[in-house]
């Protein structure tokens, strides 16, 4: 499945974080899963405008409080089907709408130099653009200045007809008890995704959220879409572009998802990039004189592997006597590669599970460096159910691929695919294989998906957009960059040389790249290069 970071674990931590870290863990929208499918041949021409917005934003105060000084929330109404098949609901083309929850930073700046709306999408599937925008603004401090910030939360997410599946975590665990028991268990999972979160469930995907983007578009009063998006959010840029090539104005993709590498070879990629973070990671920690796997990189991977290995045997027990998997070590690890700013609290971790069998600290990797305020909402607003993110994650990764396998597989057909996938990942990955193996069922018991998405080829009429790629991004690899490029045609990549998952917030380099394209529409010709830590 896609690359939001998957918390389907044995114990329940909040992972708020911080306002920094926040912004930086949901820029991945992605770690220990994969999704996406093969690529068709027949080439996607340009969508025609869907209808008018059916009322435009009222803007007023946001329900959840505090929010930034300035900051205004509203809702916008888009046609719950843009294709008018009604899906088995009754329902067809305009009938039946949904209400996305939108907000926006106005420009700082004098009235003169203000630019107009740049629409920010940060990851996921399924993470809110409203609270992460309100959590970090400073983030986008010099963006602000000249445009109105304006980010909105997805259909299906946050406060936009959130979806839920009762309660539970929709995805398959990375320990199934065998093939018939865990697929059943999917398709119980997919049932009751689809009794609990109500109309919009069939309706959510890229796609639709790509056409609600240029209704939001059409009510801010721009003509051009300029759009800033991280990890998920470069797959929705990518073809809302495809879509509506005519309104695609500055466009920037940080982290850059794939659009053609099917199910399995992308669950397999993210183990690959997961992994060479992890050798980045055990190097640098080489040169550390309180290193607890010491100066040999070779057997410190060792070392890493056989904890993985001797805490799934034997697990640990932390706060509250909940208990500590090998799985929930390299959940752990997956989470911290997300940014440098975090290897020192990794290391530090590592020595205390190892020297004192203590896992509080690899628990709290991620975790906030100061308790979050306490959040106030007003009367009247949308709940947004624990579960969310993570159903949303499932489902909209699961309506945008066409190639996951068969709903309906035997569990025999199951078994022997992953009898023989298991080799390939764990030689990928003897630590963070497992789990990506796992997440080719994580569709299974769910309706087939569009193929739009990998029908993208070189869209005519697209403006030239921006693609920022990390070397050591553990959870979107480099290489989906290029292919990205390819697939879009007209793009201009920023090769940052450094770690951690998407560049923006690591680097001046990337960010002066990415503001002065957006700010001054200036755009080199050719691949661009950041070098670490700058």
């Not at 790629?469 to 959870?475: C, E, L, M, V, Y």
């Amino acid at each position: 499945m896609h690359r939001s970071r998957s918390r389907s674990r044995s114990r329940s931590r909040s992972r708020s974080g911080s306002p920094s870290r926040a912004r930086t863990r949901i820029g991945a929208g992605v770690v220990g899963t994969a999704l996406a499918g093969a690529l068709l041949a027949a080439v996607p021409g340009p969508a025609p405008a869907p209808e008018p917005a059916r009322a435009g934003i009222q803007w007023g105060e946001c329900p959840e409080k505090p929010v930034p000084a300035g900051m205004r929330c509203g809702t916008l109404t888009v046609p719950l089907d843009y294709e008018g098949n009604g899906k088995g609901t009754g329902k067809g083309k305009g009938e039946g709408t949904l209400r996305i929850a939108v907000a926006k930073l106005p420009a700082t700046a004098p009235g003169g130099k203000r630019l107009g709306s740049l629409v920010l999408n940060f990851g996921g599937p399924g993470a809110p653009g409203i609270s992460t925008l309100a959590a970090d603004p400073n983030a986008f401090a010099e963006l602000n200045k000249r445009y109105d910030l304006v980010t909105f939360d997805p259909r299906g997410v946050g406060r936009s007809a959130p979806i839920t599946c009762g309660g539970g975590a929709p995805e398959g665990g990375a320990a199934p008890t065998g093939p018939a028991a865990e697929l059943a268990a999917l398709r119980a999972v997919a049932r009751r995704c689809a009794l609990d979160s109500g109309p919009v469930l069939p309706y959510v995907g890229t796609v639709s959220v790509a056409r609600d983007l240029d209704l939001l578009r059409q009510a801010l009063g721009e003509d051009k879409l300029d759009f800033l998006g991280f990890s998920y959010g470069t797959r929705l840029g990518a073809v809302y572009a495809a879509l509506f090539p005519r309104h695609t104005g500055r466009m920037a993709l940080d982290g850059v998802d794939t659009l053609t590498e099917p199910l399995g070879e992308q669950a397999l990629l993210s183990a690959v990039g997961q992994q060479r973070a992890l050798d980045n990671f055990l190097v640098w920690c080489a040169h550390r004189q309180d290193c607890v796997y010491g100066t040999n990189t070779r057997t410190a991977k060792e070392k890493v592997r056989a904890l993985v290995t001797r805490l799934d045997a034997a697990p640990l027990t932390g706060e509250g006597g909940l208990r500590f998997t090998g799985q929930d070590v390299a959940d752990a690890i997956g989470i911290a590669l997300y940014s440098q700013k975090w290897w020192p609290d990794l290391a530090d971790a590592l020595a205390l599970v190892e020297k004192g069998g203590d896992p509080v600290g690899l628990m709290q990797l991620g975790g906030p460096d100061d308790p979050p305020p306490p959040r106030e909402e007003a009367a009247g607003a949308v709940a947004v159910p624990a579960d969310n993110a993570a159903a949303a994650l499932v489902a909209v990764n699961c309506a945008d691929d066409p190639d996951r396998g068969a709903a309906k597989a035997s569990p025999v057909a199951v078994a022997q695919e992953l009898e023989e996938l298991q080799p390939v990942f764990l030689a990928a990955s003897p630590i963070f294989g497992p789990r990506q193996l796992m997440t080719v069922l994580a569709c299974y018991g769910r309706p087939a998906g569009t193929d739009f998405i990998r029908r993208i080829d070189r869209p005519a009429g697209i403006p030239r957009i921006l693609l920022v790629g990390t070397r050591g991004d553990p959870a979107t690899p480099y290489e989906w960059t290029e292919e990205t490029a390819e697939r879009l045609g007209n793009t201009v990549i920023v090769d940052y040389k450094g770690d951690g998952h998407t560049g923006y917030d690591a680097s001046r380099c990337v960010q002066g790249y990415v503001d002065h394209f957006l700010v001054d529409g200036r755009l080199p010709s050719g691949t661009r290069s950041c070098p670490a830590g700058e």
